[in-house]
């Protein structure tokens, strides 16, 4: 986890491990987009409370002022760390207060990310979704009707 939270930071995409025995691009299961939203909200809520611990990013931080609230939880049996995105992009855009990435690995350190925003075009704008997986995003919430 740590060395996808330094890729983030640097501006890379880690690679997906996949295990021991299995090659780097092999897929696993990975947390529902239910539970990805809920770590999601859960984050923002304990932002906007002040109940997170801050650290200094090295890029985009001339200051090196610590600025970007970091969570860490676990549920279901995996394991979350929840951060503001601190991308070239995420700052270009302003949204360093919307982008949120979420890293995620299990018990046998199948690990990945995703980035969860506001969406502002679509069905779907104005909802939290779950960059790359728009689709199981709709699903959930046409399930749910909250719109």
Known sequence: MLKAWLAQVLGQRPAKYAGKDKGPHESFAEPSVRLI?????????????????MIA????????????PVMHAT???????????????????ERTHDWVVI?????????????????????????RVVRGREAECREYYASTKIR
């Open 37 to 53: 939203l809920h770590v999601d909200k859960q984050y923002r809520q304990k932002v906007d409370a002040g109940e997170l611990p």
């Open 57 to 68: 990013p090295k890029r985009f931080n001339p200051e090196g002022k610590a600025w970007l």
């Open 75 to 93: 549920r279901q049996g995996w394991h979350f760390t929840a951060l503001f995105s601190s991308t070239a992009r995420a700052h270009q855009l």
């Open 103 to 127: 890293y995620f690995h299990d018990d046998q350190h199948h690990e990945s990310q995703h980035t969860v925003v506001t969406e502002t075009r679509g069905p779907l704008t104005g909802q």
